[in-house]
């Protein structure tokens, strides 16, 4: 990123400061020669900067538009989604302008996301979860339509995809626990907490399970 005008004549303020030849040059006018050379100086390297961001900020826009994105771009995309913002104009980022950041967090009900390629043809499969209370949960209709239009949106051009938001599917383990009886009963409550520590600990391993697993 550019530096102003002002830094960058710091900078050479600093340096000739430590020359002590150039001691001489010791007039506080802001229109002595020295002075004016350095701002000239710092005109010109600051119009350099400029140049240069100008044109990264060309070959940036030229490789997002030019190059197709990865399946994490994807996912990353879903996680970012927000639920009723609008996309900034010809971009894939969400305005936020005049809200606050409670707000904004508050709106990305996306909290998993996978991608992967189908096995049979040329398509994308995203699929999505949200959270209620602490457990991970489908999005709603309202909420899916809202992300469906997103995704559309933000894809490359031709790139099918299909979003799977679906109810959790239940799992049925067949398990032998050990208990210590001095800690739980034998439903598997503690004595201590009146909670079952061995479900809520599958259940919390089973949540952070990275969810391409669950395809």
Known sequence: MARTINEI???ILAEKASHEELDVLDSTSKVSIWRLW???TAFVIWS???IFDTHKAEVSSMIA?????TAR????KALAFQFGFALLPDSDIFDNEGHTDEEIE????VKYSAVVEAENESRLVIKIAGESAGVLSKIDDEQQEAFEKYIKEIRDAGVLVTIIN???DRLYLNITIKRNPLVLDSEGTSFLAAKK???ETIAAFLKYLPLASWF
């Open 9 to 11: 004549q710091q900078v």
């Open 48 to 50: 350099l900067e400029m």
């Open 166 to 168: 679906y109810l959790p």
């Open 38 to 40: 350095i701002y000239i």
């Open 197 to 199: 520590p061995v479900e």
């Open 106 to 109: 508050a709106s990305k009900i």
């Open 73 to 76: 771009w994807y996912r990353n």
């Open 65 to 69: 538009e030019l190059k197709p994105h």
